[in-house]
């Protein structure tokens, strides 16, 4: 399992991280060790086996279409500073 | 898929369509909501410990689609996280159907017969809506949350012409169901490609609206001819009317797709699927195909009847009873008209079949004018009542007695001489417009074959 | 005292509700400035006290009436800071009550705060703290590990001198091992019997909400409480835990034991006390047999990690700055942004879960890791049903080392932490109940006894770890 700077640059760029080149140098061996573990499934075999994504059984849970009250919109916009008006502010796009 | 070795143009449409329920697609909020963030709740604003619930009729409007659709409904179905992060995410993953959706392999048939694959229909929750501001964005998470439905084709549209008219179908179908509000905008993803340029796909991200979706593939369509073409996605900007590239960095992201591990899934029962195939009304095609067998009216009358499904609920209840031809073409000449006039959809006027039965029977034995009929019908857009009576009442039974309306031929031919000069010296419209005249007289009762037949005796 | 005579002699009007509130909110106080069990206190206790008192004189108080209670800090709780131990949620006050708080306030508990744990549950020793946030230190020796991620909650338990019950939650083993480590008892229950609204995520098909107390009956009759269907979770059972007799008897059960978790790897004296457990039921009559379980073992590791990173990756996509948590002014475009709050607030092994679990749901890599641990996880399932016909509860080691030192921790690569879970993967991600009691003392430790249930068999267990305690 090829670990490369570079690869470890885009997962991090990916994830919205920024990453040092000191700290990428330092996560290759831990990440290198870790995937080599990982690959250990690679061993299994899993021929015509169903994955579960879930431990039970669980299905078809339903809710009918109505509504409900929620949050004011003071409430809403309570929890952050980036606000205007009525609006939540969030970072420039263009 | 065959390929067409004489196409010059391909291309493909991801539709986004929002389903017409009350609620979102996970949480209870209303899907319609007027002031900014006043439809939210820790569900929708992606609150850290909140979690989906899915909405039933979400999930039973996505059936009803994908069975009229002619798709195979998936008798088992997943939900998946689609990451990526964006100011409009409210958790920086979308609720989505990724590795199985909800119904496959449908079709709609375009006029020219040619058949337009649909590969898969899912349902997913739209983002919330930015308003660009200079700098920061404003958000409103009242949209973050509704339930959308995404309907995928295969590149098998051969011009924006046919992909107009794909949408056209698609809207009428989902009309038809019931499943999406009429005033509610319609989003598009398209990919074009030439084969000029060796079918190289551009994607057009995020178009809004029929109009612009069929503006952006005409522009693109002429940009690939004359500029050169690489494979990216673009964006599509309304004002300029042009398209764009979008910085490939932030198209690039992976998904990384899992499966949504808040949710079940989701198994399909036959007898559910036969409980919502029979809510599935005769669609618009099938339905004109049939008028016109059946019923021998015109081509186009039948496809503008079968368009609207209340219009076309309110012909077959009058066909019964009345000349279907004479039923049709006063429906899809007058009450269309009516209806437009008065800005009002059919069940929001007090007209029923009865009134309409009524009327159309009157006009079919002749006892009234079509002038007369038509203020019938405009007066019915606004009231509730009988035509019988009103005309009995009225007085307004179609004038047939020649003497009478001899007297009202000599008094227009009297005062209006440059037109009777017209006539004589050969302009066809002098005499409609004396029939108009002798019309007014009678109040349009009177019988305007028999009109013509005496003026014209009167002017030898 | 035990929480159940401590509710009676309320009920009795033998105990000053609001006296007693008042003595513990100091106490857990003075205990949190030596030992950094609480990330946070609810300032509202008392008058939450002042209420109860009232209910109890009126004598319509509930189950849990004037019963102090602790919450695991990635539960919300309405109004009091709610972080699940990350800088990118400091000061981040929740609207609602998590489902499990709001049971435990319907039966008038009174919440004191929110306990110390790993970043988002991201460890098994309790060293992985946020940004900012203080290690809680092992209640029996100050320079060892509480065990993780719920190292508060079960250090609390231990140390508090009044009668207490604390909410946990568990992804890989985070009830159980710190309730080894802290000489507790911890309940972990089937996956889908308490309802996860209201708990920050870590990986959500292996989160369960459980409880830690000083005895088998107390910790179950927090579950009672709040197990249960809750329409706000799609994921939650209908499966309600009714609170119970104990029969103190073990006689006729068949209890398996798990033939790869007393091998070597496992500190010998561990597996001294854990024998002379699992030997004094037999002398009480049950039954035990030999159970192999070599796949769990040899792939659990790998398969936990897998699903629970890749479902963490995402969970915490949602912290950027946005909405609530942390964030700093909005400059630049908005990838820049989101990058600079979550670089700053994220700590070390977050940003490594992070990585890893993004790497591993990536086209190209998706099917080697997610997909096939996926399918792994099936197979570990099925091991255990098989399992089950043999026997009606599993009994294994908690885990396979004394509580270590801070010191030797540090030397740890991560890989060496995530093995440390060797014992407590497997039913973890086969949503199975199991739990943790101190069987037998290794200097000022206890071993731990591992219990595992079939799926809603909790009572089976219950029935196993109370009949233990009754010597």
């Known amino acids: 399992m090829n670990i490369t700077k570079e690869l470890v640059k885009r997962v991090a760029q990916q994830s919205r991280l920024d990453l040092s080149d000191e700290e990428v140098e330092k996560l290759i061996p831990q990440l290198k060790e870790i995937l080599q573990a990982f690959s250990e499934i690679d061993k299994l075999d899993t021929k015509n086996v169903e994955p579960s994504f879930h431990p039970i059984e669980i299905k078809n849970v339903l809710r009918e279409d109505k509504i409900k009250e929620g949050l004011s919109n003071e409430d809403a916009l309570s929890l952050t500073p980036h606000k205007k008006n009525n609006y939540f502010l969030g970072p420039k796009t263009l | ?460 | 005292m035990s929480v159940i005579k401590f509710v009676k002699s309320v009920k009795e009007g033998s105990i000053d509700v609001v006296k007693n509130a008042e003595k513990a909110v100091l106490e857990s106080k003075k205990i949190n400035s030596e030992y950094n069990y609480f990330n946070a206190f609810d300032e509202t206790a008392l008058a939450q006290a002042m209420i109860v008192d009232k209910k109890v004189r009126k004598g319509i108080a509930g189950k849990l009436a004037g019963v102090i209670i602790s919450v695991k800090d990635c539960i919300c709780v309405k109004g009091v800071e709610s972080t699940a131990g990350s800088a990118v949620l400091k000061g981040y006050r929740p609207l609602f009550d998590a489902a499990a708080v709001e049971k435990c306030r319907a039966e008038d508990a009174i919440i004191i705060g929110k306990t110390a744990q790993d970043e988002f549950g991201f460890g098994g020793f309790n060293v992985n703290i946020g940004n900012g946030f203080k290690i809680p230190l092992n209640p029996l020796d100050k320079s060892r590990s509480c065990g993780g991620s719920s190292g508060g909650a079960a250090g609390i338990t231990q140390k508090a001198s009044f009668p207490h019950l604390a909410i946990a939650e568990s992804t890989g083993g985070s009830i159980v091992n710190p309730a080894a480590f802290c000489g507790v008892v911890g309940l972990c229950p089937t996956y889908g019997r308490v309802s996860r609204y209201g708990l920050i995520d870590y990986a959500n098909s292996l989160d369960k909400i459980g409880t830690m107390a000083k005895s088998c009956a107390d910790a179950g009759l927090l579950l009672s409480v709040i197990s249960g269907h809750d329409e706000k979770d799609s994921t939650s059972s209908n499966n309600k835990l009714q609170y119970f007799e104990f029969k103190n008897s073990v006689k006729g059960m068949k209890i398996g034991i798990v033939k790869e978790a007393f091998g070597e790897g496992v500190d010998s004296r561990i597996v001294d006390r854990v024998s002379d457990a699992i030997r004094k039921f037999e002398d009480k009559g049950a039954e035990t047999v030999s159970v192999s379980l070599p796949t769990t073992f040899k792939y659990g590791i790998p398969t936990y990690y897998i699903l629970a990173m890749c479902e963490a990756s995402t969970n915490l996509a949602k912290y950027c700055g946005m909405r609530y948590g942390a964030h700093s002014e909005l400059k630049g475009m908005f990838n820049q942004y989101f990058s600079a709050v979550r670089t700053k607030n994220f700590g070390a092994e977050a940003k490594r879960r992070i990585l890893l679990g993004t790497f591993a749901r990536m086209a190209g890599y998706r099917d080697a890791y997610y997909i096939k641990a996926a399918q792994a996880r099936t197979r570990i399932i099925e091991e255990y049903k098989q399992a089950f016909k043999q026997c009606d509860v599993l009994a294994a080691p908690t885990m396979p080392i004394l509580p270590p030192t801070f010191e030797e921790i540090s030397k740890l690569t991560p890989l060496q932490n995530y093995m440390a879970d060797i014992l407590t993967v497997g039913p973890n991600l086969a949503g199975l109940p199991h739990l943790s009691l101190p069987c037998g003392k290794i200097n000022d430790f206890s071993a731990g006894l591992q219990l595992i249930g079939n799926h809603f068999e909790e009572l089976e267990l219950l029935e196993v770890g109370n009949a233990y305690e009754q010597k």
């Open chain 2, 1 to 460: 898929m065959r390929m067409n070795k004489n196409r010059e143009i391909m291309i493909g449409l991801e539709v986004h369509v929002q389903l017409n329920t009350v609620s979102k697609l996970f949480c209870a909020c209303a899907t319609k909501a007027g002031e900014p963030n006043s439809a939210v709740c820790p569900v929708c604003l992606g609150h850290p410990g909140s979690k989906p619930v899915l909405n039933k009729k979400a999930l039973e409007f996505g059936v009803k689609l994908a069975l009229a659709l002619g798709c195979e409904l998936s008798r088992k179905i997943l939900f998946s996280r689609k990451t990526y992060f964006y100011p409009d995410m409210s958790k920086n993953y979308q609720i989505t159907q990724y590795e199985i959706p909800l119904g496959s392999n449908g079709h709609i048939t375009l006029d020219s017969g040619r058949v337009i694959n649909i590969k898969r229909i899912h349902l997913e929750e739209d983002p919330a809506a930015l308003v660009h501001e200079q700098g920061n964005v404003l958000v409103d998470y009242n949209r973050s949350g509704n339930p959308l439905c995404e309907i995928v084709t295969n590149p098998e549209l051969d011009s924006p012409e046919e992909a107009r008219e794909f949408m056209n179908k698609l809207v009428n179908i989902l009309s038809y169901l019931q499943i999406f509000e009429n005033d509610s905008i319609i989003k598009a993803d398209v990919n074009v490609s030439i084969k000029e340029k060796n079918f190289i796909r551009v994607e057009i991200k995020n178009v809004t609206g029929f109009k612009e979706i069929e503006r952006a593939l005409y522009y693109e369509v002429e940009r690939q001819k004359s500029q050169d073409v690489m494979q990216e996605t673009r964006g599509w900007n309304p004002d300029e009317g042009i398209t764009y590239s979008m910085r490939s960095k932030e198209t690039e992201d992976d998904y990384g797709y899992i499966i949504e591990p808040d949710l079940p899934f989701f198994t399909f029962e036959q007898s559910f699927i036969d409980e919502v195939k029979k809510q599935i009304p005769e669609l618009p095609q099938s339905r004109a195909q049939r008028y016109v067998r059946d019923y021998k009216i015109d081509d186009t009358d039948a496809k503008i009847i079968a368009y609207d499904l209340s219009i076309t609920q309110i012909f077959e209840s009058i066909a019964k009873k009345v000349n279907p031809v004479l039923t049709a073409r006063w429906i899809r000449r007058e009450l269309l008209r009516v209806l437009n006039l008065e800005n009002k959809p059919l069940n929001e006027t007090p007209i029923t079949a009865d009134e309409l039965i009524e009327l159309f029977a009157l006009l079919e034995n002749k006892s009234i004018t079509n002038r007369i009929g038509q203020q019938i019908i405009e007066k019915l857009v606004k009231e509730k009542f009988s035509p019988k009576e009103y005309v009995e009442q009225q007085g307004l039974g179609k004038v047939s007695d020649e003497s009478e309306l001899s007297i009202y031929c000599e008094e227009v031919i009297s005062n209006n001489p440059q037109a009777v000069a017209d006539f004589k010296s050969g302009v066809e419209k002098a005499l409609k417009f004396l029939i108009g005249q002798v019309m007014a007289k009678t109040k349009g009762k009177g019988d305007p074959v028999l009109i013509k037949k005496l003026l014209e005796e009167e002017l030898k």
